[in-house]
């Protein structure tokens, strides 16, 4: 990783953070911090954005993930049904960050949702594949279609997020970028898993791997995502049910000003939660 640096907490920019005394021991040795100011969770020592997203187009979405597979899929039509239900997808204009196979966008474009789709996407195998599937899609991060201006000159109604803003290397620009692209009123939803701070919902080697640390860099919570899309201009206007699903989605509306005053987590909270993570992990597999 000779082009990583080490960054400061992406929710609030506090530079006090400890390490996660558990993690290494899941990520072989590779470090996770929490913000000792508002409970964050994130890698603190990332490589460039260029160099994460290559690591998800060339080797972790052909080796690890992929979205054919029904639980994906699943977690789509959740989100799908969520966004139609607040905001209705008929006619609207959507743009899908992070785009991957193109699943997301068929199953939105389809009779039952009818909405007008448009993906971003590093891969460039899952751009053919997308445009096989008559689904335009710029291939590059989101950082080289802004710069570009490849998005079209026309604002989209709706930008989602999904399973993606947890794996960039900065999810602040990625939400800046998100907000950019829709019009006045428009809005951002954003959906990852809900994993801390709710009851535990999986072993924690099946959470923490041994990739590298920084192709999932950003770990919310409830409040830290709200927090984040908050003082980014982006007013939280939905959130799901997360307390009892292994989704957690957010919508965000495009307003102004941003605000600071958004509540964080408590970091010893968050500390004792993956120390009792941990230990429960360690005990059920020694029962076994």
Partial sequence: MTDARDFACDVCGSARAEPIACAPAYTKGQAIHVCLDCGFVYVRRRRSAAAIA????DDLYQR???????????RHRYVADTVDNELGLRGKR???IGAGEGHFLELLRGPEYGAEVFGIEPSAANCQRMAG?????????IEDCMAQGEAGA???????ILWTLENCQDCRAMLTAARALVADGGHVVVATGSRILVPFKKPLHYYLGDNPADTHCFRFTANSL??????LG??????NRYIDSEYLVAIGKKTDPARDDAPGDDPAAVLDFFRRWDAETRAHFADA
């Fill in 234 to 239: 982006l007013l939280p206007v939905f959130l």
């Fill in 54 to 57: 290559a690591s998800w187009s």
């Fill in 133 to 141: 599937h008559g689904i335009a899609a710029f291939a590059g991060t």
């Fill in 226 to 231: 709200s927090g984040l899309l908050r003082r």
């Fill in 64 to 74: 690890a993930y992929t979205a054919r597979i029904p639980a994906v899929r699943a």
């Fill in 94 to 96: 959507v743009v899908d």
């Fill in 154 to 160: 026309r604002p989209f109604d709706i930008a989602t």
